[in-house]
């Protein structure tokens, strides 16, 4: 009998749940509408403090992470299903009608509104997000090694071959390339730096311009940007031991050094080397340096891990790599001139002549000797002449190439620079590129349209919009 009795109960309690529960929406329609107001609030409130986050994210580029989007949409769709349940006009329907309220309508509406009030609140559970936005990989790095004008050649191949080869070299910290203004430095190192990411031979690649003027601040803030990295410090000192913990986190690292006038210190980098190469023991955890002192302080290493950052330098003077920066010797490589059919080769994929120019061919190669066989004095001269294919105009840029090579006034890559000048469209195209020249060598943009405008050179042009 007990027995039965608690099945009973067991079974009674059973029906009952959900009899309440049914009786719940109904007599407490009122108040389940009202809670999903409330809910609906809040969860208003909680995606407008999002999408500000984002918003601002997203001026300063950088990117969303996946579930914020996916709870925007949610939350969007949501709101928009909630705001139209509270406009039905069934709900006007629910009061007494000939002295009874409508219960089966105020069932349903009541049971809608729990179930959309509880839906608002897992919502809002869901948007205690551990990060709203991310700094995107760096494309710094790719677009500091980018160059379109780059054509493989022999002399060049050569040099290359080299070049990485002592990359490989395990032995060699740093290595040079050394030649006159306008040889092909820059454009070099870049195809270096762009196949040792292709083949893997370094995690990181990143590259500054140094110039004859180091602005140390500068040059670290080109580096951070290729490592993602934000320097916040004031000091440079700080800033540099900033970079060398970034740099420290990866397993191996090329830095390029294009431009180099004078000796550098590398510890404003965050690089530091001892006197045979290796990594600097005062930065090893105190395990290795343990391990070290019973191998003779010569811990082992994998041939790559034996220097974890090399440095790549170009420079016009050897003796500046040699007795400043002491690259050894066999690590420093002279970049020379192009052979001749190299340099007429490369005028004539920059000016675009063709095998149906033959009279323009034949002063394409005279205009790519008076260049000096430089890739830069070539390729600036070729853009000059790129868009005006008359002959006239060219025979009077070879005239005027070997009357300056009579008096020698000015330098391959100089007279280049002004044929490229005199051959630009516009008045305002040439105060616009004199601007540039008078500023520096790598000026901001917005600085440029300011000045521009403030100079008069964009006529009609008032504000930074317009321009």
Excluded at 99 to 111: A, D, E, Q, T
Excluded at 304 to 326: A, H, P, Q
Excluded at 437 to 461: M, N, R, T, W
């Amino acid at each position: 009998m007990e027995f039965v009795s608690v099945v009973f109960d067991k079974s009674l309690s059973a029906l009952l749940k959900p009899v309440g529960r049914q009786l719940d929406y109904l007599y407490n329609y009122g108040c389940n509408v009202n809670e999903l107001k409330e809910q609906a609030r809040k969860l208003e409130e909680r995606r407008e403090t999002i999408s500000r986050q984002v918003e601002e994210a997203i001026r300063n580029a950088k990117n969303i992470e996946n579930p914020v989007n996916s709870w925007l949409d949610k939350v969007k769709t949501n709101l928009n299903e909630v705001e139209s349940f509270l406009s039905d006009g069934d709900h006007q329907k629910t009061g007494c009608s000939n002295g009874f309220p409508n219960l089966k309508l105020r069932h349903l509406l009541g049971r809608k509104a729990k179930k959309m009030s509880s839906q608002c609140g897992q919502l809002l559970q869901e948007a205690n997000f551990s990060a709203i936005s991310y700094h995107p990989k760096s494309e710094a790095t790719e677009a500091a090694l980018n160059d379109s004008v780059y054509v493989p050649c022999k002399s060049r191949d050569a040099v290359m071959e080299k070049v990485m080869k002592a990359l490989r070299d395990p032995t060699a910290k740093m290595v040079g390339i050394y030649g006159q203004g306008g040889v092909g430095k820059t454009t070099l190192v870049k195809a270096v730096g762009r196949t040792a990411k292709k083949e893997k031979l370094y995690n990181v690649v990143v590259m500054a311009n140094i110039t004859s003027t180091p602005d140390v601040r500068k040059i670290q803030g080109e580096i951070a940007d290729m490592l993602g990295l934000r320097l916040d410090d004031e000091s440079l000192i700080g800033r540099a031991a900033r970079l060398r913990q970034r740099l420290e986190k990866e397993k191996n690292a090329l830095v390029i050094l294009d431009d180099l006038w004078v000796g550098f210190d590398l510890s404003m980098l965050g690089i530091l080397f001892n006197d045979d190469g290796e990594n600097d023991i005062s930065q090893m955890p105190i395990n290795d340096v343990l391990n070290s002192t019973q191998n003779n302080l010569k811990p082992e290493k994998s041939p790559v891990d034996s220097v974890r950052c090399k440095i790549l330098v170009t420079s016009r003077s050897k003796e500046v790599m040699s007795n400043k920066m002491d690259i050894r010797e066999s690590s420093i490589f002279s970049l020379d001139v192009m052979a001749e059919e190299e340099a007429v080769e490369l005028f004539n994929k920059v000016a675009g002549v063709t095998e149906d120019d033959p009279e323009l061919k034949s002063l394409s190669a005279k205009i790519a000797n008076k260049c000096a066989k430089l890739p830069m004095a070539i390729i600036t001269a070729g853009k000059a002449l790129k868009n005006n294919k008359s002959k006239f105009a060219w025979e009077i840029a070879l005239q005027q190439m070997e009357r300056q090579e009579i008096v020698e006034v000015l330098k391959p890559v100089e007279f280049s620079t002004k044929l490229s000048y005199d051959h630009m469209q516009s008045e305002e195209l040439k105060s616009f590129f004199l601007l540039c020249a008078h500023i520096s060598e790598d000026p901001s943009i917005v600085d440029l349209v300011k000045y521009c405008i403030g100079l008069g050179i964009f006529q009609g042009v008032y504000t930074v919009k317009e321009a």
